[in-house]
Protein backbone atom coordinates (compact mmCIF):
# COMPACT_ATOMS: atom_id res chain seq x y z
CA UNK A 1 0.00 0.00 0.00
CA UNK A 2 2.83 2.12 0.90
CA UNK A 3 4.39 2.06 -2.80
CA UNK A 4 0.78 2.78 -4.90
CA UNK A 5 0.64 5.78 -2.48
CA UNK A 6 4.13 6.76 -3.07
CA UNK A 7 3.58 6.18 -6.79
CA UNK A 8 0.48 9.02 -6.92
CA UNK A 9 2.33 11.57 -4.87
CA UNK A 10 5.48 11.32 -7.12
CA UNK A 11 2.92 11.50 -10.26
CA UNK A 12 1.18 14.80 -8.76
CA UNK A 13 4.47 15.93 -7.90
CA UNK A 14 6.19 15.71 -11.13
CA UNK A 15 2.62 17.18 -12.57
CA UNK A 16 2.77 19.92 -10.18
CA UNK A 17 6.57 21.09 -11.13
CA UNK A 18 5.92 20.80 -14.31
CA UNK A 19 3.05 23.39 -13.93
CA UNK A 20 5.55 25.35 -12.10
CA UNK A 21 8.09 25.44 -14.67
CA UNK A 22 5.67 26.22 -17.19
CA UNK A 23 4.88 29.31 -14.90
CA UNK A 24 8.50 30.60 -14.35
CA UNK A 25 8.85 30.56 -18.23
CA UNK A 26 6.06 32.54 -18.92
CA UNK A 27 6.32 34.72 -15.98
CA UNK A 28 9.92 35.44 -17.27
CA UNK A 29 9.03 36.01 -21.00
CA UNK A 30 6.31 38.29 -19.91
CA UNK A 31 8.17 39.87 -17.15
CA UNK A 32 11.40 40.76 -19.40
CA UNK A 33 9.20 42.42 -22.12
CA UNK A 34 7.48 44.72 -19.53
CA UNK A 35 10.74 45.96 -17.83
CA UNK A 36 12.24 46.18 -21.31
CA UNK A 37 9.36 48.00 -22.34
CA UNK A 38 9.44 50.14 -19.12
CA UNK A 39 12.80 51.04 -19.66
CA UNK A 40 12.67 52.02 -23.13
CA UNK A 41 9.61 54.35 -22.22
CA UNK A 42 11.69 56.06 -19.16
CA UNK A 43 14.78 56.26 -21.65
CA UNK A 44 12.13 57.93 -24.31
CA UNK A 45 11.02 60.75 -21.65
CA UNK A 46 14.30 61.62 -20.33
CA UNK A 47 15.06 62.43 -24.10
CA UNK A 48 12.13 64.33 -24.85
CA UNK A 49 12.71 66.17 -21.49
CA UNK A 50 16.18 66.96 -21.98
CA UNK A 51 15.69 67.62 -25.95
CA UNK A 52 13.06 70.38 -25.86
CA UNK A 53 11.88 71.82 -28.79
CA UNK A 54 8.09 70.64 -29.68
CA UNK A 55 8.41 67.86 -32.04
CA UNK A 56 11.93 67.69 -32.19
CA UNK A 57 12.38 66.34 -29.03
CA UNK A 58 9.69 63.51 -29.32
CA UNK A 59 11.06 62.59 -32.51
CA UNK A 60 14.41 62.00 -31.17
CA UNK A 61 12.70 60.22 -28.51
CA UNK A 62 11.35 57.91 -30.29
CA UNK A 63 14.21 56.55 -32.13
CA UNK A 64 14.72 54.48 -28.93
CA UNK A 65 14.03 50.95 -29.51
CA UNK A 66 13.48 47.64 -28.22
CA UNK A 67 13.77 43.73 -28.94
CA UNK A 68 12.83 40.90 -26.29
CA UNK A 69 14.41 37.93 -26.79
CA UNK A 70 13.74 34.32 -25.49
CA UNK A 71 16.33 31.73 -25.89
CA UNK A 72 14.64 29.07 -23.79
CA UNK A 73 13.12 28.35 -20.48
CA UNK A 74 14.90 30.80 -18.41
CA UNK A 75 16.95 31.95 -21.47
CA UNK A 76 15.04 35.41 -21.51
CA UNK A 77 17.09 39.20 -22.61
CA UNK A 78 15.78 42.59 -23.73
CA UNK A 79 17.97 44.85 -25.50
CA UNK A 80 17.62 48.82 -25.58
CA UNK A 81 19.11 50.94 -28.50
CA UNK A 82 18.76 53.90 -30.17
CA UNK A 83 18.75 54.18 -33.70
CA UNK A 84 19.42 58.46 -34.40
CA UNK A 85 22.11 58.42 -36.27
CA UNK A 86 23.28 57.69 -39.51
CA UNK A 87 24.89 54.44 -41.47
CA UNK A 88 24.90 50.68 -40.41
CA UNK A 89 27.26 48.73 -38.23
CA UNK A 90 30.39 49.85 -37.65
CA UNK A 91 30.18 52.83 -39.50
CA UNK A 92 26.84 53.88 -37.13
CA UNK A 93 27.65 57.41 -36.36
CA UNK A 94 25.29 58.44 -33.07
CA UNK A 95 23.95 61.31 -32.67
CA UNK A 96 22.80 60.87 -29.63
CA UNK A 97 25.37 60.00 -27.60
CA UNK A 98 26.80 63.40 -27.64
CA UNK A 99 23.87 64.91 -25.99
CA UNK A 100 24.50 61.48 -23.22
CA UNK A 101 28.28 61.69 -22.62
CA UNK A 102 29.32 65.52 -23.67
CA UNK A 103 31.73 66.16 -26.63
CA UNK A 104 33.95 68.95 -28.18
CA UNK A 105 32.32 69.61 -31.68
CA UNK A 106 35.11 71.01 -34.03
CA UNK A 107 34.35 72.54 -37.68
CA UNK A 108 35.73 70.17 -39.76
CA UNK A 109 38.92 70.99 -41.58
CA UNK A 110 40.05 73.86 -39.33
CA UNK A 111 37.11 75.98 -40.22
CA UNK A 112 34.34 77.86 -38.70
CA UNK A 113 31.30 76.08 -37.04
CA UNK A 114 28.14 78.36 -38.29
CA UNK A 115 25.58 79.08 -35.36
CA UNK A 116 22.52 81.04 -36.95
CA UNK A 117 21.24 83.73 -34.42
CA UNK A 118 18.58 85.26 -36.23
CA UNK A 119 19.05 84.21 -39.77
CA UNK A 120 19.63 80.96 -42.01
CA UNK A 121 22.74 80.15 -43.57
CA UNK A 122 21.08 81.16 -46.89
CA UNK A 123 19.62 84.37 -45.38
CA UNK A 124 23.45 85.31 -44.33
CA UNK A 125 24.61 84.50 -47.97
CA UNK A 126 22.46 86.72 -49.09
CA UNK A 127 23.18 89.71 -46.88
CA UNK A 128 25.17 92.29 -49.49
CA UNK A 129 26.94 94.16 -46.78
CA UNK A 130 28.55 91.90 -43.88
CA UNK A 131 30.79 92.26 -41.13
CA UNK A 132 32.56 90.24 -38.77
CA UNK A 133 33.44 91.25 -35.53
CA UNK A 134 36.17 89.19 -32.85
CA UNK A 135 33.76 87.73 -30.21
CA UNK A 136 35.26 85.00 -27.22
CA UNK A 137 37.04 82.97 -29.20
CA UNK A 138 35.00 83.29 -32.73
CA UNK A 139 33.63 85.76 -34.98
CA UNK A 140 29.72 87.83 -34.96
CA UNK A 141 28.41 87.90 -38.26
CA UNK A 142 26.72 91.20 -38.48
CA UNK A 143 24.78 92.94 -41.22
CA UNK A 144 24.17 96.76 -40.59
CA UNK A 145 21.06 98.14 -40.39
CA UNK A 146 19.87 101.88 -40.76
CA UNK A 147 20.47 104.36 -38.27
CA UNK A 148 23.39 102.71 -36.68
CA UNK A 149 22.07 99.40 -35.88
CA UNK A 150 22.93 96.20 -36.82
CA UNK A 151 21.15 92.77 -36.94
CA UNK A 152 23.43 89.57 -35.42
CA UNK A 153 23.02 86.56 -38.19
CA UNK A 154 25.42 84.46 -37.06
CA UNK A 155 28.27 83.38 -34.59
CA UNK A 156 31.65 81.67 -36.07
CA UNK A 157 33.09 79.34 -33.53
CA UNK A 158 36.44 77.00 -34.02
CA UNK A 159 35.03 74.36 -31.65
CA UNK A 160 31.69 74.31 -28.98
CA UNK A 161 31.51 72.42 -26.10
CA UNK A 162 28.52 70.38 -25.17
CA UNK A 163 27.40 69.44 -22.22
CA UNK A 164 25.76 66.17 -21.16
CA UNK A 165 22.09 66.68 -21.04
CA UNK A 166 20.41 63.05 -21.20
CA UNK A 167 21.36 60.96 -17.82
CA UNK A 168 21.58 57.68 -18.10
CA UNK A 169 24.30 56.08 -16.03
CA UNK A 170 21.14 54.47 -13.58
CA UNK A 171 18.94 52.37 -16.38
CA UNK A 172 20.57 49.22 -15.47
CA UNK A 173 19.58 49.13 -12.18
CA UNK A 174 15.78 51.10 -13.06
CA UNK A 175 15.58 47.78 -15.46
CA UNK A 176 16.82 45.37 -13.02
CA UNK A 177 14.86 46.00 -11.06
CA UNK A 178 12.12 46.75 -12.58
CA UNK A 179 12.49 43.32 -14.38
CA UNK A 180 12.52 41.61 -10.60
CA UNK A 181 9.44 43.38 -9.96
CA UNK A 182 7.45 42.68 -13.16
CA UNK A 183 8.71 38.82 -12.94
CA UNK A 184 7.42 38.59 -8.97
CA UNK A 185 3.82 39.98 -10.61
CA UNK A 186 4.01 37.87 -13.52
CA UNK A 187 4.65 34.61 -11.19
CA UNK A 188 1.83 36.08 -8.76
CA UNK A 189 -0.82 36.07 -11.79
CA UNK A 190 -0.13 32.94 -13.30
CA UNK A 191 -0.89 31.31 -9.81
Known amino acids: ?28 KRGTKA ?13 ARALTGGKRGRNVANAIRSQVYHDGPGKDAGLVWNKFGR ?4 QFVDYLLPHVKGAM ?18 EARRSRRVAFI ?15 QFKVLAILLKRVRLKARIYLDDMPNFALRKLT ?11
Open 134 to 148: PWSGGLLMIAPRPRG
Open 105 to 122: IAAPSGGFLFIPQTATRA
Open 35 to 47: ATDATKTAIRRRV
Open 87 to 90: GKGA
Open 181 to 191: AEVLNQMARER
Open 1 to 28: MSAALTAALQGSLQQHMRTEALVVERSS
